[in-house]
Structures are given as structure tokens and as C-alpha cells.
């Protein structure tokens, strides 16, 4: 079993920083990501991580603004988010599977098994 935890959603002005923490509480993972949802919005894939290599995959969206990583020994993610925008405001939820292929498709919501409940992210003008 996998038990995914998050922490660190706030509420901040445009231009801040907040970072995201997910901790596993289960069964070693391979990849963890972030996924982000705003109301009437689909989920989006914003940044995964492969745990063995460290290897990274971010949104177009994100990408220079926001860091993922992970410390395997303390089975935890962060997502980093630098300079926020108030269109970064949404629900982000921290996924992971064991599988062990890692490309631009593990951004697909539909690749990860484990799912945390969500820590909301507003970003206000």
C-alpha cells in the first residue's frame, strides 16, 4: 500500500514562493509527480520525478519557476514554486506509481496508481 501525504499549500501574492511537500507512507515508489486542478479545469501534470536517477519532466508552464525533487531515504517530494502567478492557484496533488517508465507521458495522470487528497495553492494579484 501507498499512502501519500501533502503539505505546504498557502495563500500568497503574485511573485512569491511556496514549496509542496509530499511524504509516502507505504511501499517503495519509482515516480512521484505534481498535478494541479482549478475549478472547471482539468487535471494538469506539473512536475515528475523518476526516484532512482532523479530525472525530470515539468510543464511548459512551470518550467524555470518550479524545481521537483525527492530524498529517497526519507521517502518525501517537494515541489519548489518560485515567482507564482495567480493562474498557478488550484488544488495540487501529489501521485506516484512503481512503475518504471519514465518519459514526457508521465505527465498523464493516467500513469500514476497513488493519489494524496490535495493541498490548495491561491496566488492572489
Known amino acids: 500500500q501507498v499512502q501519500l501525504s501533502e503539505s505546504g499549500g498557502d495563500s500568497v501574492e503574485a511573485g512569491g514562493s511556496l514549496t509542496l511537500s509530499c511524504v509516502n507512507n507505504?511501499?517503495?515508489?519509482?515516480?512521484m509527480a505534481w498535478f494541479r486542478q482549478a475549478p472547471g479545469k482539468e487535471r494538469e501534470g506539473v512536475a515528475t520525478i523518476y526516484n532512482p536517477t532523479g530525472r525530470t519532466y515539468y510543464a511548459d508552464s512551470v518550467k524555470g519557476r518550479f524545481v521537483i525533487s525527492r530524498d529517497n531515504a526519507k521517502a518525501t517530494a517537494w515541489l519548489q514554486m518560485n515567482n507564482l502567478k495567480p493562474e498557478d492557484t488550484a488544488m495540487y496533488y501529489c501521485a506516484a506509481t512503481r512503475e518504471t517508465d519514465f518519459s514526457t507521458s508521465s505527465l498523464l495522470a493516467e500513469k500514476y496508481d497513488f493519489w494524496g487528497r490535495g493541498t490548495q495553492v491561491t496566488v492572489s494579484p
Open positions: 507505504g511501499y517503495t515508489v519509482y515516480k
